[in-house]
T-cell receptor
Framework: DTGVSQDPRHKITKRGQNVTFRCDPISEHNRLYWYRQTLGQGPEFLTYFQNEAQLEKSRLLSDRFSAERPKGSFSTLEIQRTEQGDSAMYLC???????FGFGEQYFGPGTRLTVT | QQQVKQSPQSLIVQKGGIPIINCAYENTAFDYFPWYQQFPGKGPALLIAIRPDVSEKKEGRFTISFNKSAKQFSLHIMDSQPGDSATYFCAASNYAGGGNKLTFGTGTQLKVEL
């Protein structure tokens, strides 16, 4: 399977703990996006990378959140000092920035975070 | 500020019916409009997308109609099947401006009954 993969699929943590999620994009895609989806809502943009450069961050991404994409391959999203409001599905998507398309974004299965 | 408004919130149709989901946007810089299908516990899957230089696009049983002047677009599902029961999201982005971050609607829960 050559789709977007995310790990772990589920994470339960206690308030105040740090968590880290990983996303492996489709191999030929140079853009990688993180979104957050709460129950009954559409995904909300958090941040995106082109290759290894983080080009945009949403105001939703507080100082407790940090994302990296070393070497322009996989990406990690870390949440420090988790709060109950961080409970959500964290989605990763990847795309190309090709001239011939509109950079269709393909999503992974998501990581479901529950903060107790 | 919600930049993409989606309706209805939920929809029930009979097998073979044609559900229609509508979206309206505010940002005239949007130039790419995809639709995603999402099943419970899964990530969104890209169904079909349209650019503002065409008024309609068909892929299989899915059709997007686009009205640039009204800033509205809609998804039609022909010959709907129980397997189409899912949540559908419209989205919009400014691809030409770089980034292509998607702004999503709030979703429509579709149920197709036998």
């Amino acid at each position: 399977d050559t789709g977007v993969s995310q790990d772990p699929r589920h994470k339960i943590t206690k308030r105040g703990q740090n968590v880290t999620f990983r996303c492996d994009p489709i191999s030929e895609h140079n853009r990688l996006y993180w979104y957050r989806q709460t129950l009954g809502q559409g995904p909300e943009f958090l941040t995106y990378f082109q290759n290894e450069a983080q080009l945009e961050k949403s105001r939703l991404l507080s100082d407790r959140f940090s994302a990296e994409r070393p070497k322009g391959s996989f990406s990690t999203l870390e949440i420090q000092r988790t709060e109950q409001g961080d409970s959500a599905m964290y989605l990763c998507a990847s795309s190309s920035s090709g001239v011939f398309g509109f950079g269709e974004q393909y999503f992974g299965p998501g990581t479901r975070l529950t903060v107790t | 500020q919600q930049q993409v408004k989606q309706s209805p919130q939920s929809l029930i149709v009979q097998k073979g019916g044609i559900p229609i989901i509508n979206c309206a946007y505010e940002n005239t810089a949007f130039d790419y409009f995809p639709w995603y299908q999402q099943f419970p516990g899964k990530g969104p899957a890209l169904l079909i997308a349209i650019r503002p230089d065409v008024s309609e696009k068909k892929e299989g049983r899915f059709t997007i109609s686009f009205n640039k002047s009204a800033k509205q677009f809609s998804l039609h599902i022909m010959d709907s099947q129980p397997g189409d029961s899912a949540t559908y999201f419209c989205a919009a982005s400014n691809y030409a401006g770089g980034g292509n971050k998607l702004t999503f609607g709030t979703g429509t829960q579709l149920k197709v009954e036998l």
